[in-house]
């Protein structure tokens, strides 16, 4: 079985990133600037800004990250990303996610100028990847794009199963395999029978937020599983697949901790330099 190492694949791209940077630097004399929002004190939120942000630094971008308590009034954050928008320093914008309840997720999203949503959450770029057009591509399914090539670099016609239809994650990563020849089934909470759908996976991508439901005899040994599940449980971070199961089973896997999460960050900094040549042209 192939331990997808998601922790060495990220450092490689933070490298390929970091030379991406110095070359922009000599030829523009400017670097990309990646902008964050922090609202509120969720110790979670504060500890994905900070690796936000030391990742950012470490490869040559400019980084900012701007906090709000709580309490601060949705109008205060539009105006703020209103101003960012115009900001010629900023290559990309992003909202920390989750929100207070008094401020609309969505209205936040749609304020962020398309060319600078580095998450990839504006319904412009959601469409723009649907159609097959160029536009951020949100940050964990790009990841998991990118371990899925490692293990196996042709794709085409090969059966990919989305276990989870979010916004977030199995919509995008839904188009992702398609533009890759894949013949996809997203499957969701009504699905009726998802051990018999992942058993024709060649490629899996489990996003559902529930610990390890994937189990060994729902795969098959030439199968790729990707696990994009964190879930806090009694024996510790644990994700959407049953490791010790799995692993016995299938052609490779991600282990949970140090496979989707490490990519997620590697693949924000490199949107942000994606949004910062896009400006340039
Ligand atoms: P989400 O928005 O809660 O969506 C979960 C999806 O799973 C929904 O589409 C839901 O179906 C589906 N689902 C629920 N129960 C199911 C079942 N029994 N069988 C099949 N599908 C089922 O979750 P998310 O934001 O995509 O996150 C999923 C997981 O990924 C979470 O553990 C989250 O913490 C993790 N995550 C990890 C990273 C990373 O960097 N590694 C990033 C983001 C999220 P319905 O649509 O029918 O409700």
């Given at each position: 079985?192939?331990?997808?190492?998601?922790?060495?694949?990220?450092?490689?791209?933070?490298?390929?990133?970091?030379?991406?940077?110095?070359?922009?630097?000599?030829?523009?004399?400017?670097?990309?600037?990646?902008?964050?929002?922090?609202?509120?004190?969720?110790?979670?939120?504060?500890?994905?800004?900070?690796?936000?942000?030391?990742?950012?630094?470490?490869?040559?971008?400019?980084?900012?990250?701007?906090?709000?308590?709580?309490?601060?009034?949705?109008?205060?954050?539009?105006?703020?990303?209103?101003?960012?928008?115009?900001?010629?320093?900023?290559?990309?914008?992003?909202?920390?996610?989750?929100?207070?309840?008094?401020?609309?997720?969505?209205?936040?999203?749609?304020?962020?100028?398309?060319?600078?949503?580095?998450?990839?959450?504006?319904?412009?770029?959601?469409?723009?990847l649907s159609s097959g057009y160029e536009s951020s591509v949100p940050c964990t399914p790009l990841g998991c794009y990118l371990l899925i090539k490692k293990v196996e670099p042709n794709l085409n016609g090969k059966k990919a199963v989305i276990v989870g239809r979010s916004n977030l994650n199995g919509k995008p990563m839904t188009q992702l395999l398609l533009k890759e020849n894949c013949t996809v089934t997203i499957t969701h909470s009504k699905t009726k029978d998802l051990k018999a759908e992942c058993l024709e996976a060649d490629i899996i991508v489990a996003a559902v937020g529930i610990p390890e439901l994937v189990k060994g005899d729902w795969v098959r040994k030439d199968t790729i599983v990707i696990d994009v599940g964190i879930n806090k449980t009694d024996k510790g971070i644990v994700g959407d697949v049953d490791f010790d199961e799995v692993s016995k089973k299938a052609k490779a896997l991600t282990p949970v901790p140090g496979g989707v999460g490490p990519m997620t960050i590697a693949c924000l900094l490199k949107n942000t330099i994606e949004c910062f040549k896009r400006s340039q042209i």
């Open positions: 079985m192939i331990l997808i190492d998601g922790k060495k694949v990220a450092a490689e791209l933070r490298e390929e990133l970091k030379h991406e940077v110095t070359g922009l630097k000599a030829k523009y004399n400017k670097v990309p600037g990646l902008t964050v929002i922090l609202i509120g004190d969720l110790t979670p939120s504060q500890i994905y800004v900070r690796n936000k942000e030391k990742s950012a630094n470490e490869v040559g971008l400019k980084s900012e990250v701007i906090k709000y308590p709580d309490s601060v009034e949705e109008k205060t954050v539009l105006e703020k990303i209103e101003e960012l928008n115009k900001d010629e320093t900023v290559s990309g914008i992003l909202v920390q996610l989750p929100l207070p309840k008094h401020i609309d997720k969505q209205k936040v999203i749609e304020t962020i100028i398309p060319s600078k949503d580095v998450d990839g959450f504006h319904p412009m770029n959601v469409g723009n």
